[in-house]
C-alpha cells in the first residue's frame, strides 16, 4: 500500500506543472488535425504564383506554410495555426501568401473547424470558387479575410450568421486570367441581411465586389454601425444612387473609401463630420457642391482624396489648415490660385492638382516639401521627383526646369512661356518631356536630341520656328 502511494505522489510530482515553468502548449484536437489535412490534400502549391502575378509586395514573406503540415504531428504546432489553450481545438487560421492554388469545394473539411475564431485565406488562387452556404456554420468568426483569393459568384446570405463580426475582407485588387468576370456579387436580401446581423462590425472591406443592385435605401443601413465601424471601403463597387451623408458623421469613422464608382452621388457635411477620420477618398464619383470650410475640423486627416468628382467653386481655404495631411489629391474642376502656406505640408509625400482650372504663377514653396515623392501638378524646384504632371492648367512664367533624376515631365496646356533651357539636358534620367500646347519660343537645345534616355517628345503647338524644330529632328535622327 505504501508503495501504491509513494508511486501515486511521484506521478502527481512529475505531471503538475510548476509555477516557473513556461506554459504547457495544447494538443491539437484529433478531429481538427484530420480535418486540416484534408483541407491541405485539397490543393497544389504554386511556388511561382507571386512572382508570376506580381504579388511580391503584399507578400513578401510569402511561404508554403502548410508544407509544416504532416500526418503524426501535432497541428497546434504546423505554421498558420491558432489553437485554444483549453480545448485544443483550432480557433485561427492564417493561409495568407501560402501559394495554394485549386478550387474550393462546397463541402471543404475547413467548414467542420466551428471553433474558428480568425480566418485568413487572402492572395491565394481559388480558381474562380463559389464561397459555399457552409461558411454560415462557422458562427464563431470574429475575424474574416478572404480577399484577392479567386473567389466569386454571389456571397451566401448565409455569411450573415457571422454575428460576431469585427472585420470582414472580401476585396479584390487584382485579377488573374482564370478569374476574369468571376468577382463577388453582393444581392441586396444578403446586404440587409448581413449589415442588420454583424453591428459590432468595425472594419468592412468589399473593394470590387459587385454591388450593383444594392439601392439607396439599402445603403442608409450602415448606420447601424454607428457605434463601432472604423474602416468602410467600397471603391469599383458599381454603387449608384446617393450615398447618405450621415455615414461621414459616424462617431468613430476612420476610412471611408468610395473610389471610382461614377454613378454614386453625394455631398459633403457642412457639420457633424466623424473627427476620428484618417483617410478620405471619394475621387472619381459623382459627389457635386462645394468643399466645405467644416473640413477644417478634420484634424486626424492624413489622406484626402476627392480627384475627378463633380466638386465645383474654388478650394476653401480652410483646407490649407490641414497640415497634416501626407497625400493631397484635388485634381479636377476645383479653380483658383495655389497658396504660398502649402509650404506648411511638410509631411505630404503626393499633391494631386491636375486637370483643375489653377492659374496664376507658381510659387516658390516647394523646397520645404521634402517628403514629397510624387506630384500630380506641381512644380518649382523639387529635388527628389520621379513623375511630375503639371498639365491642362493656366499656370504662367517662365517653364519650371525639372529637378536631377526626373523620369516623366508633363507641363501641357498650360500658358508658360520662354525657351527651354539647355540644363533640361541635366536630367539625363529623363524619358518623357510633354511641352505641347504652351507658348514657348527659342531654340530647342540639341542635347536633348543626343539623349540616350529619352523615348517621348511632345512640342505640340508652340511657337518654336519651323526651322529649329527641323534641326532637332534631324539631330533625333542621327540619333537613331
Known sequence: ??????????????????????????????????????????????????????WDWECSSYSSKIASWKNGTDCCEWDGVTCG????????????????????????TLFHLTHLQQLNLAYNDFCASQLSSRIGDLVSLTHLNLSNSGF???????????????????????????????????????????????????????????????????????????????????????????????????????????FGNQELKGE?????????????????????????????????????????????????????????????????RLHGDIPSVLSNFKHLTLLGLSSSRLSGHIPDVFDNLTKLDFLDNLLHTWKSMDYIDLSFNKLLGDLPIPPYGIAVFSVS??????????????????????LSHNNLSGTIPQCLGASPFLSILDLQVTTFMEAYLQIFLKAMYCRL
Open 1 to 54: 500500500m505504501r508503495c501504491f502511494v509513494l508511486s501515486f505522489t511521484l506521478f502527481l510530482f512529475l505531471h503538475t506543472p510548476s509555477s516557473t515553468s513556461s506554459p504547457v502548449l495544447p494538443f491539437c484536437n484529433h478531429h481538427d488535425n484530420s480535418n486540416l489535412l484534408h483541407f491541405k490534400n485539397s490543393f497544389a502549391i504554386n511556388t511561382s504564383l507571386y512572382k508570376d502575378w506580381d
Open 85 to 108: 489553450t483549453a480545448s485544443g481545438h483550432v480557433i485561427g487560421l492564417d493561409l495568407s501568401c501560402s501559394m495554394l492554388q485549386g478550387g474550393f469545394h462546397l463541402n471543404s
Open 268 to 332: 459633403l457635411p457642412k457639420s457633424n463630420w466623424s473627427t476620428s477620420l484618417r483617410i478620405l477618398d471619394l475621387s472619381k464619383t459623382a459627389f457635386s457642391g462645394q468643399i466645405p470650410d467644416s473640413i477644417r475640423h478634420l484634424k486626424s486627416l492624413n489622406q484626402l482624396s476627392l480627384s475627378f468628382c463633380q466638386f465645383d467653386g474654388s478650394i476653401p481655404v480652410s483646407l490649407w489648415n490641414l497640415t497634416q495631411l501626407t497625400y493631397l489629391d484635388l485634381s479636377g
Open 152 to 258: 466569386g459568384g454571389d456571397i451566401p446570405s448565409t455569411i450573415s450568421h457571422l454575428s460576431k463580426l469585427l472585420l470582414l475582407d472580401l476585396s479584390r485588387t487584382y485579377t488573374l486570367p482564370d478569374w476574369e468576370n468571376s468577382n463577388f456579387r453582393l444581392e441586396p436580401s444578403t446586404w440587409r441581411k448581413l449589415v442588420g446581423n454583424t453591428t459590432k462590425m468595425k472594419e468592412l472591406l468589399l473593394d470590387g465586389v459587385d454591388m450593383s443592385s444594392i439601392r439607396e435605401t439599402s445603403l442608409s443601413l450602415l448606420i447601424n454601425f454607428s457605434s463601432s465601424l472604423l474602416s468602410l471601403s467600397l471603391p469599383d463597387t458599381e454603387l449608384h444612387g446617393k450615398f447618405p451623408s450621415g455615414i461621414l458623421g459616424l462617431p468613430n469613422l476612420e476610412e471611408l473609401n468610395l
Open 413 to 434: 496646356n498650360n500658358n508658360f512661356t520662354g525657351h527651354i533651357s539647355s540644363t533640361f539636358c541635366n536630367a539625363s534620367s529623363l524619358d518623357v518631356l510633354i
